[in-house]
């Protein structure tokens, strides 16, 4: 397996990681979720777009392609549910980003390192179990935890204020143009992981 050397920057206060995609690779299963549920609406979600709003909370994704399609949707919650627990039905084929994990196992209980993610607590955890990493985390902060998501910055700023860290020290990692925007927003530097993730063809 191809390694990593990752080295923090003199003065990293606090490590912080998206979950989706970054610490583990759920895309493809997160994928597969939504065009079970959105085929039913006749909604479509191109690949392309799926890639390009990773981080958004589910509510939010469901609200801006429904619209889109001029598809009256009053039941966002029930959607919500149905998807999350759509994708928990391919947890088992969830794989971890060693590259990531790597960095993450390197350095915890060295500086403080948190997951900040836009996804559900439940599904959060139930990831995190999977590659059997949750209690490597000072503090896991998810979609219910800020008003606001992803490219704003307040999950990445709320994982900074209960790790103790002042924002400008700590590092983020995320594999998403919107989650990136978010660290740059929250003042913190964002390393891109997406050249670590490999996948199988087709997957």
């Given at each position: 397996m191809q390694t990593h050397v990752w080295t923090p920057p003199p003065g990293t206060a606090a490590l912080i990681f998206d979950c989706d995609g970054t610490l583990a690779d759920t895309m493809p299963a997160h994928y597969k979720a939504w065009l079970a549920l959105l085929g039913r609406y006749g909604?479509?979600?191109?690949?392309?777009?799926?890639?390009?709003?990773?981080?958004?909370?589910t509510a939010s994704i469901i609200r801006v392609l429904a619209g889109e399609a001029g598809v009256a949707v009053p039941d966002v919650d029930g959607m919500v549910r149905e998807k999350e627990a759509t994708f928990l039905t391919f947890l088992?084929?969830?794989?971890?980003?060693?590259a990531v994990l790597m960095i993450a196992a390197a350095h915890r209980g060295?500086?403080?390192?948190a997951?900040?993610?836009?996804?559900?607590?439940?599904?959060?955890?139930?990831?995190l179990d999977r590659l059997n990493v949750r209690d490597w985390?000072?503090?896991?902060?998810?979609?219910?935890?800020?008003?606001?998501h992803k490219p704003d910055p307040d999950?990445?700023?709320e994982a900074a204020r209960r790790l103790g860290a002042e924002p400008p020290r700590c590092v983020v990692f995320?594999?998403?143009?919107?989650?990136?925007?978010?660290?740059?927003?929250?003042?913190m530097l964002g390393v891109d992981v997406r050249p670590w993730v490999t996948r199988a063809p087709g997957a």
């Open positions: 909604i479509p979600f191109p690949e392309p777009r799926f890639y390009a709003m990773g981080g958004m909370p088992d084929a969830v794989e971890p980003v060693e060295k500086v403080p390192i997951v900040a993610s836009g996804g559900y607590r439940d599904t959060i955890t139930r990831t985390f000072d503090a896991i902060v998810t979609a219910e935890d800020t008003a606001r999950v990445f700023l995320e594999d998403t143009d919107i989650g990136l925007e978010a660290a740059r927003r929250a003042g």
